[in-house]
């Protein structure tokens, strides 16, 4: 059963200012109906998707470097995941894998116990949110060793609810107002080069000894997990400089602290690699992957060790939606996208592209300070090239240039001012070429104009 829409063309077109007319009632309807506390970043409402394209209900069709933040990998409309998922509608939306079983949800987990990096036996619990994964990961953690302490680190992002608030770093949007937040969660320095305050080569032995020292001030031997994004996402999409990881996976080695990697931002073919942590050849105790999973419905997952996974007293871990048969088909489809390597292929393509247009604005411009990323994970970040003094209005102000034109980017960082690229793996070459021109040359007309940009 397929259905009949024809696909979109894959170029970037502008039929209306945006947002458009018809956007632009949807909005003042939606701020009459929906909470507030809702953020937005382009008030344009999407009428189909497909590959590259966002096309909006005013026939706008804009460039998609978004991916619904790093979860359309495969496509918003990947015909193997529309395939499967329609299969499974046919038969059952629901049983609750935790009252009556189904065959997906152990299919899932064995792709996962396969693929993911570590050559143990390994067992996989499935949720539905990444806050999920990361919370049950904790949970596992705390009941396999006894210990209650949590160590996470500078400028992570780990989620919303309250555990996850108080792992993840930024205060706002993420934390305001919305305390006291669990205890026992402790943050240590992160080895991000950039902005490493005695020069980037220090990076990786200064934070480790930052490690260590944090540990011994809170008891190392009291700590159940460390958590670590293997390349920070909404903390800037910051690659941690070399060795810092696998360091860090000795540390918890020596003072037996089970090693978290939250792959739910770059995992899933994201870097170019299934899992980023592979480009630094480190291996977590448990890995938590959401986000690209299902390629836009809901699933995630915690994938560890079989005696970690298996420590938890049965009934302990669940949840109604928990590992749901619609998002376990999608998973599927995604897998199977991946198959033959070509979208891990496409990932180091759309680097070394995206590398080739905007690296040359380091010198040509006044307000680059880095080009970083990995794969199809790519940022910008603008600061003062001399004193690395944050440039979070001009970060905005260009987003805002590229959204007039049609372009999707996302604004990230702990200080706002680093723009982030995740386009659908599957994205042609042209239309990447064309959103990249379009970026590029926001960044330049800011650079020349800056004030005006500030404006804005
Ligand atoms: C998005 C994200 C989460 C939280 O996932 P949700 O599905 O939004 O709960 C956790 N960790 C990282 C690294 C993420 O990027």
Redesign the pocket.
């Known amino acids: 059963m397929t259905t009949s829409l024809s696909p979109l063309p894959q170029s970037r077109h502008l039929a209306t200012a945006l947002p458009g007319p018809k956007s632009a009632l949807l909005h003042s309807q939606r701020v009459e109906q929906v909470t507030s506390g809702f953020g937005i970043t382009l008030p344009v409402f999407i009428d189909r998707a497909d590959r590259g394209i966002l096309q909006d209900v005013d026939g706008n069709r804009l460039v998609d470097f978004a991916s619904g933040?790093?979860v359309t990998s495969v496509g918003a409309a990947n015909p193997q995941v529309r395939a499967r998922v329609a299969e499974q509608l046919e038969r059952f939306t629901h049983t609750c894998f935790m009252v009556t079983e189904y065959e997906s949800f152990t299919e899932v987990a064995a792709w996962l116990n396969k693929h993911t990096p570590g050559d143990f036996e390994k067992r996989t619990a499935l949720f539905s949110?990444?806050?999920?994964a990361?919370e049950n990961a904790v949970k596992i953690a705390r009941a396999a060793t006894g210990r209650q302490k949590v160590l996470v680190f500078d400028d992570a992002?780990?989620?919303?609810?309250m555990l996850?608030m108080a792992m993840t770093a930024k205060e706002n949007p993420y934390k305001k107002n919305f305390g006291p937040f669990p205890t026992d969660v402790y943050r240590a320095p992160m080895a991000a080069p950039l902005r490493w305050s005695t020069g980037a080569h220090n990076a990786t032995a200064e934070a480790l000894a930052g490690v260590e020292q944090t540990l011994a001030e809170h008891d190392a031997e009291n700590f159940a997990a460390m958590v670590i994004?293997p390349i920070q996402?909404?903390g800037g999409f910051i690659v941690p400089s070399s060795g810092f990881l696998t360091g860090l996976r000795q540390i918890a080695t020596r003072h037996g602290i089970v090693f978290v990697i939250?792959e739910?931002?770059?995992g899933m073919g994201r870097t170019g690699a299934l899992f980023a942590s592979e480009h630094e050849g480190v291996v977590g105790d448990l890995i938590?992957t959401?986000?690209a999973l299902a390629g836009g419905l809901p699933l995630?997952a915690v994938t560890g060790r079989a005696e970690l996974m298996n420590a938890v007293h049965t009934g302990g871990l669940g949840g109604t939606y928990a590992g749901n048969p619609l998002a376990c088909a999608a998973a599927l489809g995604v897998f199977e996208a991946f198959a033959d390597g070509t979208l891990l292929a496409n990932a180091r393509a759309i680097e070394a592209t995206a590398r080739a247009a905007l690296e040359p604005l380091l010198t040509g411009t006044a307000i680059v300070a880095e080009v970083r990323g990995r794969g199809a994970m790519l940022a910008v970040e603008f600061a003062d090239q001399d004193t690395l003094e944050p440039l979070p209005d001009l970060a905005k102000a260009i987003a805002q240039r590229c959204h007039e034109q049609g372009v999707l980017v996302l604004v990230c960082g702990t200080y706002g001012n680093v723009i982030r690229l995740l386009p659908p793996l599957v994205i042609g070459e042209e239309l990447l070429a064309d959103g990249l021109q379009v970026l590029a040359e926001s960044i330049l007309a800011a650079d020349r104009e800056p004030v005006a940009a500030v404006v804005v």
């Open positions: 933040i790093a949110t990444g806050s999920e990361v992002y780990h989620g919303r609810t996850t994004e996402g909404e939250d739910i931002q770059a938590l959401a986000k995630s």
